[in-house]
């Protein structure tokens, strides 16, 4: 600021003031006013000078801050990753103990049943031909009950994986429906069974063992909340572009606040002997098909489950 204010000085006496390109005064007012110039030429570039530290000062102050900001933003991410982290395994502990109580209720219960039957006709027990048809038959149920179970526990085990990879295909839905329908009948035997697929209807885009597993958990989970007698209905039709398949039944239905948590894994409602994963995997499966499912009303009472595929194209 010195130098600045000496050096305008200088000049403004030597080119501004006469006698001109000399450094020699005349008058006392250009005297005065060199003077009061030189003041001013201080004060001004003192204030300049200050601003400018000011701004430098500013400027690091701001770099500090963002820096901060930053480093803060960080702790913040850090600690989000660490609480979905812990979350993570709480979840993968949540999973492994409804496993184990599905491995050690739903798969030892046939079992005791299958034990008990074999260990009476090995040990030689006299029933008549009813009787031992339907103990045949109990068998036979029970093993198909872990069959599904086994299937459904594999599945759950690919989908937390991230393999479930649909391998598409065209696949004929009333041919789908029935052969399913046909080899569900013991599971079925105690309701009336609709299939409602128009023949117009095309082709769906699909994984055929995948949603043969889909149309079988829907119906062994109809059978089990349909009183006897009760009508089981399976739909298909074609709307906006998407083929809709429904499976309805005429039990109690199921409350809006509960639609969403039947689809979680594990999930059971009051008083139900599943497994808890069947419509787990179901919507899982239609979800990697690019559809999706849901839960509404069904027509005279009970829960229709509706899902929806895309359309075969050739």
């Not at 000078?49 to 000011?54: F, K, M, W």
């Not at 006897?228 to 906006?240: N, P």
């Not at 599943?274 to 849901?294: D, F, K, P």
Request: charge should be negative.
């Amino acid at each position: 600021a010195l130098v600045t204010a000496a050096a305008a000085t200088v000049t403004l006496e030597v080119f501004f003031l006469p006698p001109y390109n000399t450094f020699k005064l005349d008058f006392i007012d250009d005297a005065v006013a060199l003077a009061v110039f030189a003041v001013v030429a201080l004060a001004v570039g003192t204030l300049v000078a200050l601003e400018r530290d000011r701004r430098v000062a500013a400027e690091l102050n701001a770099q500090e801050i963002n820096a901060l900001y930053a480093e803060q933003r960080g702790l913040k991410e850090q600690q989000a990753q660490l609480a979905a982290e812990k979350r993570a395994l709480e979840l993968v502990d949540d999973y492994r103990a409804a496993l184990l109580r599905s491995v050690s209720h739903d798969l030892r219960t046939p079992l005791a049943t299958i034990q008990a039957v074999t260990s009476d006709l090995r040990a030689g027990a006299v029933y008549d031909d009813d009787v031992r048809d339907e103990l045949l038959d109990l068998v036979g149920d029970e093993v198909e009950r872990l069959d599904r179970l086994v299937a459904n526990l594999l599945s759950l085990s690919r989908i937390e994986a991230g393999s479930l990879r649909p391998d598409l295909q065209a696949v004929p839905l009333e041919e789908l429906f029935t052969s399913r329908v046909r080899k569900l009948n013991r599971v079925l035997r105690n309701a009336h069974v609709q299939v409602d697929v128009p023949f117009t209807l095309p082709l769906a885009e699909a994984d055929y063992t995948l949603l043969d597993q889909v149309i079988t958990n829907l119906l062994d989970n109809a059978a089990r909340h349909s009183p006897d007698g009760g009508m089981i209905r399976v739909r298909a039709r074609e709307r906006d572009g998407l083929i809709e398949v429904a499976v309805s039944d005429q039990g109690p239905g199921i409350a809006p606040p509960d639609r969403e948590r039947v689809f979680e894994a594990f999930s059971r409602g009051e008083g139900s002997m599943s497994s808890g994963v069947g419509l787990a995997i179901c919507r899982a499966i239609v979800e990697a098909h690019g559809g999706s499912i849901w839960i509404e009303d069904a027509n005279g009472g009970g829960a229709r489950f509706v899902f929806t595929l895309p359309v075969h194209r050739p």
